[in-house]
């Protein structure tokens, strides 16, 4: 059942995903190609403006669709599958607000872990402000299965208050970085100086949309008589 996705949009990013997932040359699904498909089955347009995350990538009936895709590579014994997976927790790269660009070296290190937090919280508020986002899309992809399984679902931006919040310095800091996370666990937030990675800690709806890909393989030899019978048309 669609809930995220109309009936329609699910059954066209399947076959689209089937076909991406099918060239020989296909390893991975990085972002924009999912952007160009998303875009593709919704009827809107793809930005192509890959500028660390602020832009929104998408553009549908003039609303701003900021789109996210990432990978789910622990799988465990009773979290094998999409459908597993409802319900739980995922943390996910949803911005790179520059905090430590506006900061000297010295700042970045003297600066408590709350001073730190509040300007990385008021950085992605902007971030959101200033390039209007209306919804934020979230594709989850369980790569390590042999039918390929994806998680879809859509959010509301949220603008954070910073004075809800506690930040700690996380012991995943190492060298010159400085790694800071809200507390209670699970973390809200994280950021992390190297990447400026900004991470929202989300609970996959239950009822998020599951889109299950069959895929054959295409070998390039294929591909290459294709080519040659369309040139010849």
Not at 6 to 35: I, M
Not at 62 to 75: A, D, F, P, R, Y
Not at 118 to 142: E, F, G, K, M, P
Not at 189 to 195: I, L, V, Y
């Amino acid at each position: 059942m669609a809930n995220y996705l109309t009936e329609e949009e699910l059954e066209r990013a399947q076959r689209l995903l089937q076909l991406f997932y099918s060239l020989p040359f296909g390893v991975g699904l990085v972002g924009p190609v999912w952007e160009q498909i998303l875009a593709r089955i919704k009827g809107g347009e793809w930005t192509g403006k890959r500028d660390n995350r602020p832009n929104p990538d998408i553009v549908i009936g003039g609303k701003n669709i900021s789109v996210k895709t990432e990978g789910i590579n622990k799988l465990t014994r009773t979290r094998r599958r999409a459908v597993d997976f409802l319900g739980h927790h995922e943390d996910l790269i949803i911005a790179r607000p520059p905090v430590d660009q506006f900061l000297a070296a010295a700042e970045l290190h003297s600066l408590s872990a709350n001073e730190l937090g509040t300007l990385v919280l008021n950085a992605y508020n902007n971030i959101v402000t200033q390039y209007q986002w209306d919804t934020i899309s979230i594709l989850l992809r369980l790569d390590k299965v042999e039918t390929k399984e994806f998680i879809y679902w859509e959010e509301p931006p949220v603008l954070y208050d910073p004075t809800d919040y506690e930040w700690i310095d996380s012991s995943k800091s190492s060298g010159r970085s400085r790694n800071i996370n809200t507390v209670p666990s699970p973390a809200k937030f994280k950021w992390n100086s190297r990447g400026s990675q900004f991470y929202i800690d989300y609970t996959i709806p239950r009822d998020a949309d599951i889109i299950t890909v069959e895929c054959r393989s295409i070998s390039v030899e294929e591909l290459l008589d294709l080519l040659e019978s369309l040139a010849d048309t």
